[in-house]
């Protein structure tokens, strides 16, 4: 059973997974309508990604019998000045969520929550990759500049980028995941 502060505290992480995948939709329209698929695409995977990291919070928070409670969302921003904009304000969004997490990890330690411990574990993780590749598509685009030729190149790589996490939860997050491999 959660102690009310942690389950408070998931619950507010829940919502700026949401947030996340909301802003990450956003910014793929952004980018579609300036004829940048590839980033579209990148940004629509990063969606799928970050639904399925609010909705193992969720299963998790009701699995230790609490309830779930959703906040409505702010909207996100829809204008942006470049494609390097876009990767610097996911950057820092990341940063924002790698602080929200690391505070639920203190949390957890500070309550003596092992289980939630070990299961916030994977999002710790996944921070620094999820960091690692937004500083990564950063230092292209700062070597790319105003070359619109080098651009359309990083466009189609991102637009290799394919959903490696399930995006059907009717029947969990734990059976989609099975259901994926």
Do not use: C
């Not at 990148?42 to 906040?71: D, I, P, S």
């Not at 030729?149 to 995006?167: C, F, G, N, S, Y």
Request: proline share 2%; net charge negative.
């Amino acid at each position: 059973m959660l102690h009310k502060k942690m389950a408070q505290a998931l619950n507010e992480q829940i919502n700026k997974e949401m947030y996340s995948a909301y802003l990450y939709m956003s910014m793929s329209a952004y980018s579609n309508k300036v004829g940048l698929k590839g980033f579209a695409n990148w940004f629509m995977v990063q969606y799928h990604e970050e639904m399925f990291h609010a909705m193992k919070l969720y299963e998790y928070v009701q699995r230790q019998g609490e309830e779930v409670k959703l906040e409505a969302l702010k909207a996100p921003p829809t204008e942006f000045t470049s494609q390097l904009d876009l990767f610097t304000q996911t950057l820092a969004h990341e940063q924002y969520i790698t602080s929200s997490l690391n505070e639920l990890m203190d949390l957890a330690i500070s309550k003596k929550d092992h289980a939630t411990k070990i299961f916030l574990e994977w999002y710790i993780t996944e921070q620094v990759e999820e960091e690692e590749n937004d500083n990564d598509i950063i230092l292209e685009l700062k070597l790319i500049g105003d070359d619109p030729h080098a651009l359309l190149m990083l466009d189609r790589e991102l637009a290799a980028r394919i959903i490696t996490v399930p995006t059907d939860f009717s029947k969990g997050v734990e059976a989609a995941a099975k259901a994926a491999a």
